[in-house]
Nanobody, 127 residues
Framework: QAQLVESGGGMVQPGGSLWLTCTPSDRSFVIYANDVMGWFRQAPGKAREFVAA????????YYADSAKGRFTISRVNAENAVYLRMNDLTADDTAIYYCARNSDAFTYYDASKYKDWGQGTQVTVSS
């Protein structure tokens, strides 16, 4: 089973917004201070790519160029929850969006360093 659960995906028109949520699949799953939580996405026929990340200790945020100015990542430590607010969506944002946990915050950008993943939530941007 997936260690994390994503929700909030759906179909929106270009220019629309979505708010994605990521929470642990089990209450015993704990996100630690040294961790970084990241969002990745994968479109059909494309490689999985980094979208955004946030460190748990210091709330430091990182964004891919494609997300800067449009997406906002946030976290609520007490709830082990991470969110991704997506605005001004375009067709290029269509993908399955995954949440994941990495124990090494220095490699926030590297999907291979994330060991715990959710099942993904579909985001479709279409007219």
């Amino acid at each position: 089973q997936a260690q994390l659960v994503e929700s909030g995906g759906g179909m929106v028109q270009p220019g629309g917004s979505l708010w994605l949520t990521c929470t642990p699949s089990d209450r015993s799953f704990v996100i630690y201070a040294n961790d970084v939580m990241g969002w990745f996405r994968q479109a059909p026929g494309k490689a999985r790519e980094f979208v955004a990340a946030v460190t748990w200790r210091n709330n430091r945020k990182y964004y891919a160029d494609s997300a800067k100015g449009r997406f906002t990542i946030s976290r609520v430590n007490a709830e082990n929850a991470v969110y991704l607010r997506m605005n001004d969506l375009t067709a290029d944002d269509t993908a399955i969006y995954y949440c994941a946990r990495n124990s090494d915050a220095f490699t926030y950008y590297d999907a291979s360093k994330y060991k715990d993943w959710g099942q993904g939530t579909q985001v479709t941007v279409s007219s």
